[in-house]
T-cell receptor, first 117, second 112 residues
Framework: DVKVTQSSRYLVKRTGEKVFLECVQDMDHENMFWYRQDPGLGLRLIYFSYDVKMKEKGDIPEGYSVSREKKERFSLILESASTNQTSMYLC????????????????FGQGTRLTVV | QKEVEQNSGPLSVPEGAIASLNCTYSDRGSQSFFWYRQYSGKSPELIMFIYSNGDKEDGRFTAQLNKASQYVSLLIRDSQPSDSATYLCAVEESGATNKLIFGTGTLLAVQP
């Protein structure tokens, strides 16, 4: 089974703190993603990565950065946490699309519910 | 902004009925479409994916795709209370590698 593991299930941080959310996958997937999920807004893509040391901005990158030093690990960094970053954060990974027949669905971690106070 | 639209629900159906979940998308070049199920407090899990126009069946689930109308649906036959969850439609953005755009999800409630 594909396993995507996020380092924390629940996290409470103070405004202004630097926050690290870690994600590790064991399927040798090239693609990794960070989403946040908020009621009524669905899943919104923050950043994604196609390869080691490679990153691309998603739809809402402001206030976030990422790091991918190893293929299996993708970290989301909140440089200075703010209350509007209180949310459920979901990490996902997938194979790249090489041909139509390959299973390229995204597999999700269990989520990290971050509260910034 | 490329969009994926779903009715937020709740969609309430009696046990044993067919549940029909619908999704429209704006990116005409999209080629891959996914349905995820998300139980309350849990992460999304893949139910089905579909790439070609027409129907794709897997057990009690049928995905339907109409690219001309930019419409994808999920039918759940013989609905069970355990099917009660939020169903997320996801569309792969054209020109990008596996970048998925998600709808806000439809909450399905199957009444015993």
């Amino acid at each position: 089974d594909v396993k995507v593991t996020q380092s924390s299930r629940y996290l409470v941080k103070r405004t202004g703190e630097k926050v690290f959310l870690e994600c590790v996958q064991d399927m040798d997937h090239e693609n990794m993603f960070w989403y946040r999920q908020d009621p009524g807004l669905g899943l919104r893509l923050i950043y994604f990565s196609y390869d080691v040391k490679m990153k691309e901005k998603g739809d809402i990158p402001e206030g976030y950065s990422v790091s991918r030093e190893k293929k299996e690990r993708f970290s989301l960094i909140l440089e200075s946490a703010s209350t509007n970053q209180t949310s459920m954060y979901l990490c996902a990974s997938s194979y790249p699309r090489l041909d139509r027949g390959r299973d390229t669905e995204a597999f999700f971690g269990q989520g990290t519910r971050l509260t910034v106070v | 902004q490329k969009e994926v639209e779903q009715n937020s629900g709740p969609l309430s159906v009696p046990e044993g009925a067919i549940a029909s979940l619908n999704c429209t998308y704006s990116d005409r070049g999209s080629q891959s479409f996914f349905w995820y199920r998300q139980y309350s407090g849990k992460s999304p899990e893949l139910i089905m994916f579909i790439y070609s126009n027409g129907d794709k069946e897997d057990g009690r689930f049928t995905a339907q795709l109409n690219k001309a109308s930019q419409y994808v649906s999920l039918l759940i036959r013989d609905s069970q209370p355990s099917d009660s969850a939020t169903y997320l439609c996801a569309v792969e953005e054209s020109g990008a590698t596996n970048k998925l755009i998600f709808g806000t999800g439809t909450l399905l409630a199957v009444q015993p």
